[in-house]
């Protein structure tokens, strides 16, 4: 008989890519997962883990017991919601991971509407980029995330995830008041090639978009300075060190000396923002009502 804690295990190997990764996630120590797929390995008769200097990666028997995995872990979401909602699930804690701006655009307006719609629910915020707190969803640290769109993302048909779409944001060019395009109405990216670039770190979604709207206007940005807070980057693009793409919404209610803020021409970079709940936990009676007020707080920003 496969126990279903083993299969939990043995997909966060596979989402983290090493033993050690796996195990702090899961709050246990490398040996006790390590333990815990050898005995998945006796259970099934198969070799599931092939191990090497860069990490871990499943066999093709590994592969397709993953496949069941995130099946058997989808209903298991499943058959907890069903109970919960036989017990009413009128009260308890719901953890939210999400970004900065999410947790000020949707998750503190949503926490607002629940107070008058749902006062059993209390949320529980913990701030995460959007990469990060998706594994923390797959990994039950927190219960939804509020994640963007990025490069390598799980895709909509995960089936893992259940993924609900909240908004779409453009990225505006922010130059510096000395810029030679600063009197320009619409910013081409293309006209920026030569500029040096301000942006967030690599693994940030937004760095993704960054660089796939440079790379779609035909150069590779040249990224002199990083930083993950927007309020850094315009910061020194009012200092002149460089030009930068920034979300829209970030920007609202910033100190925006020193800088102008002009719409990108034709098409823009759009940050897709979606919450996510592991797949199968939806309809939780705890879960839903924090889905639906995410969604309404979403809904002014399009």
Not at 22 to 48: C, F, I, K, M, N
Not at 202 to 219: K, R, W
Request: include cysteine; aromatic fraction near 4%; charge should be negative.
């Amino acid at each position: 008989m496969i126990e279903a804690r083993r299969l939990h295990i043995l997909r966060a190997v596979a989402d983290h890519r090493t033993v050690t990764a796996a195990a702090a996630a899961l709050y246990l120590t490398p040996s006790a997962v390590s333990q815990q797929l050898a005995a998945l390995e006796q259970e099934t008769g198969h070799r599931l883990v092939e191990r090497s200097a860069r990490g871990v990666r499943l066999t093709a028997a590994g592969e397709i017991l993953l496949t069941h995995a995130n099946a058997v872990l989808a209903q298991l979401e499943r058959a907890e919601s069903e109970l919960a909602a036989y017990g009413s699930g009128e009260a308890g804690v719901v953890t939210v991971a999400a970004f900065a701006t999410g947790i000020g655009l949707v998750v503190a307006p949503a926490i607002t509407e629940l107070a008058a719609s749902s006062p059993g629910i209390r949320v529980r915020v913990q701030d995460a980029e959007g990469d990060a707190s998706l594994l923390m969803v797959l990994d039950r640290q927190v219960d939804v995330a509020v994640a963007v769109e990025y490069r390598g993302a799980p895709r909509e048909d995960d089936p893992r995830l259940t993924r609900v779409p909240l908004y779409a944001e453009p990225f505006d060019a922010v130059l510096p008041v000395g810029h030679r395009l600063a009197t320009a109405p619409r910013v081409a990216v293309a006209d920026l090639a030569k500029d040096p670039w301000i942006g967030p770190y690599p693994g940030n979604p937004c760095h993704d978009v960054v660089v796939l709207a440079c790379e779609y206007a035909g150069f590779e940005p040249r990224l002199e300075h990083s930083s993950d807070d927007f309020r850094a980057v315009v910061s020194l693009a009012s200092a002149a060190a460089g030009v930068a793409l920034v979300p829209r919404t970030a920007l609202s209610g910033m100190d925006l000396t020193g800088v102008v803020v002009r719409p990108v021409d034709g098409s823009a970079p759009t940050r897709r923002v979606f919450a996510a709940v592991r797949r199968g936990a939806a309809e939780h009676p705890l879960l839903r009502p924090v889905l639906e007020a995410l969604r309404a707080a979403a809904a002014p920003q399009g």
